[in-house]
């Protein structure tokens, strides 16, 4: 059974700081390259950040650059996203799934709102 579980959302002030986590098991996420996505109201689904399965290499939306880290532990099949200076664009539903996504292990996600 695969669950994934997105927490650590909350609401934030403009320019403030949250860090969100990601518990995934019964997939495959330990070799898997793993991703942050967001989705706002009204808008698609959009991608976030990737990291690769080893944990060595990352990639950012360029609306998030500089700005947020992702980062994974294998070893307790955990994902996070660090997002610093958080700006009201980036008020979304955040969920986590492999990159690419897998349709079947979207989560409930982590709601972030950001006040301005």
Do not use: H
Not at 97 to 108: E, H, I, K, L
Request: proline fraction near 3%.
């Amino acid at each position: 059974q695969v669950l994934v579980a997105e927490s650590g959302g909350g609401l934030v002030q403009a320019g403030g700081s949250l860090r969100l986590s990601c518990a995934a098991s019964g997939g495959t996420f330990e070799t898997s390259d793993m991703g942050w996505f967001r989705q706002a109201p009204g808008k698609e689904r959009e991608f976030v950040a990737v990291i690769n399965w080893i944990g060595d290499s990352t990639y950012y939306a360029d609306s998030v650059k500089g700005r947020f880290t992702i980062s994974r532990d294998n070893a307790k099949n955990m994902l996070y996203l660090q997002m610093n200076s958080l700006k009201p664009d980036d008020a979304a539903v955040y969920y986590c799934n492999t990159v690419p996504y897998t349709d079947r292990y979207w989560g409930q996600g982590t709601q972030v709102t950001v006040s301005s």
